[in-house]
């Protein structure tokens, strides 16, 4: 299988440069540097050569990178380069230039629900992401690449959804996943009274506290 290859620009970008190193110093997979037109990281998906052969390419992005025009136009030529399938975000989890890192990481979900559905992946250090993208790499190339067997990522979300730098415990990420549909149903239920006191029947008082004030405070709602 050809080897994965990561984006030279990588170097350039002060928040994704210390990348470069954690890369080429992992023995599996070996790494190679190349220009990249329209992703930071590609991961070919089977041994396969030739124009058929399917390939994982992955953006990498910061809490300072959301909302930008130039993010969107970003995921949007990602997104349409094989239809939405074999891509993906890594979104590292860090306090960002403005605003907090969860609330970012919660407009790049609900920009992502617009019509864009691509996994968005967090990674809470740039010593994380390798391993991360092996992993998920792995996952892709067993489920052969299919969006249907993709996980869905409001899970992976809802510890994040704290106005503070805390991450919700494992434990209240798991009642929210039960009280929870997905981000939308759980937005609604933290913004309108009667979900309200359901989150407040239903969790400990300081974490509903904090998820509610994380979507009528933090998070700016339009």
């Known amino acids: 299988m050809e080897a994965p290859s990561f984006c030279t620009s990588i170097r350039k ?15 599996t997979p070996r790494w190679r540097e190349k220009p990249l037109q ?18 994982l390419r992955v953006i990498l992005l910061c809490p300072h990178d959301v909302g930008l025009d130039a993010t969107r136009q970003r995921i949007e ?7 939405g399938q074999h891509v993906a975000i890594v979104f590292l989890v860090k306090q960002g ?4 890192a969860s609330g970012a990481l919660m407009n790049l979900q609900l920009e992502r629900m ?13 010593g994380t992401v390798p391993a991360t993208l092996s992993a ?12 249907k067997t993709l996980p869905a990522t409001s899970r992976t979300l809802l510890p994040y959804c704290s106005p503070d730098p805390e991450c919700l415990s494992g434990h209240t990420v798991n009642l929210l996943s039960d009280l929870t549909t997905g981000m939308k149903d759980f937005s609604e239920k933290a913004t309108n009274t ?3 006191q359901e989150l407040t029947d239903s969790l400990d008082g300081a974490e509903a506290e904090r998820v ?8 700016p709602l339009n």
């Open 13 to 27: 970008r002060p928040d994704w440069a210390p990348l470069v190193p954690a890369l080429l110093q992992g023995n």
């Open 38 to 55: 329209s992703h930071d990281v590609a991961m070919p998906l089977s041994p396969i050569e030739g124009p058929t052969k399917s390939v």
């Open 77 to 83: 030529r990602l997104y349409h380069l094989d239809g």
């Open 97 to 100: 230039r403005s605003g907090s």
């Open 114 to 126: 617009k019509g864009l559905e691509m996994p968005i992946i967090p990674a809470s250090s740039i």
């Open 136 to 147: 998920f790499h792995r996952q892709m190339a067993t489920a052969g690449g299919s969006k």
């Open 194 to 196: 009667q979900g309200k």
């Open 212 to 219: 509610i004030k994380f979507w009528n405070d933090e998070y």
